[in-house]
């Protein structure tokens, strides 16, 4: 789908030409969506440059993404979506930025962009040229994963809060924490860091590459966008390897209760072995059927065997519980 941005009274105005209509000389900023071929002619026929397909968007030479062609700038750009569900993907979207205009040529519908329209379509600073529209699209993607990076945080301390909970000497620990759960919500939380540091680490590319064009693509005030933007992705660069890291210390430390959990399990059912031990070869002897036994014919046996059952049983345990052990 084919879209296009013009100056408006409040902003940019959003028109979708129809397919025998010329493209709007005003516009400014114009949209592909899910292109089908024949908006990819289009718009090579309108503008004398070559759109690049699916396949060339993904690959990763860095000469096959920023480029310079038929006085066009090509600037492909690896975006995380999906930051809201549990399985967020990697995308790439292209910005080609030709005389005054831009072209953008993606797939997906992330959120950063349905942001940045809606601004846009609000304030007529936000759309005054080619150049600022991309500037205004890099801002909006930087800040949605730097929100995303802080929800991040709280989540990783809200599970470290949980790992490491102290508990009453009298309450078992698994009876409050779900470690599969725990396990589960740290993976997804390192897939989201890993896909984030993807994206930054490609927009920090693409900004590096923009700051070294010439005056005729952008002006200052755009480039003093740039460089900040490029100091906002370095720190989140970053901060995302603390959060990898403090992701895989949690990940470890859960392994680590969990194998504690487990050794206590074993270890109950050790002292119980060892407890059980004594009684059941009392009983065991006890038990033999031989006709030779003087025990048989006591009238005090039966309670004798028991009561040096129940003796036997008991002394292990309170030697168990002296040490500590239990």
């Known amino acids: ?10 902003g940019l105005t959003r028109v979708e030409p129809d397919c025998e209509a010329a493209l709007p000389k005003e516009a400014l900023w114009l949209d592909l969506l899910d292109p089908t071929p ?11 440059i070559g759109i690049p397909t699916r396949e060339e968007m993904r690959e990763i030479e860095s000469s096959n993404r920023l480029y310079e062609e038929a006085g066009a ?13 549990d399985l967020p993907e990697s ?10 205009r831009l072209i953008t ?39 949605r994963i730097a929100d995303v990076l802080e929800r991040a945080g709280s989540q990783l301390d809200s599970e470290s809060a949980g790992i490491f909970a102290h508990t009453s ?52 005030d755009v480039r003093a966008r740039f460089r900040m933007l490029s100091r906002d992705v370095l720190a989140m660069s970053d901060h995302v390897t603390y959060l990898g890291n403090k992701v895989q210390f949690l990940l470890e430390a859960t392994l680590g209760m969990v194998n504690i959990e487990q050794n206590a399990i074993i270890k109950i059912f050790s002292v119980a072995a060892v407890v059980l031990l004594p009684p059941t070869t009392i009983a065991s002897v006890y038990g033999m059927n031989f006709h030779h036994m003087p025990e048989l014919e006591w009238v005090a046996g039966y309670p004798f065997a028991l009561g040096l059952m129940v003796v036997s049983a008991v002394l292990p345990y309170m030697w168990f519980k002296r040490k500590g052990w239990l």
């Open 38 to 48: 024949a908006d990819e002619k289009r718009l090579e026929a309108a503008f004398g």
């Open 73 to 85: 700038l090509f600037m492909t750009a690896t975006v995380v979506t999906k930051l809201d569900s």
């Open 91 to 100: 995308t790439q979207i292209t910005f080609i930025l030709t005389g005054t």
């Open 169 to 220: 000497p009298g309450r078992r620990r698994s009876a409050s924490r779900d470690f599969r759960g725990i396990l589960e919500r740290l993976g997804q939380n390192g897939e989201l860091l890993s896909k984030s540091r993807e994206s930054l680490v490609s927009l920090g590319r693409l900004l590096a590459f923009a700051q070294q064009q010439p005056t005729n693509y952008f002006a200052q």
């Open 1 to 10: 789908m084919l879209s296009t941005f013009q100056p408006g009274l409040n």
């Open 105 to 143: 040529v993606r797939y997906v519908d992330p959120l950063p962009f349905r942001r940045f329209i809606a601004h846009a379509e609000r304030h007529t600073a936000g759309g005054s040229s080619g150049a600022t529209i991309f500037a205004g699209l890099l801002e909006s993607i930087i800040n």
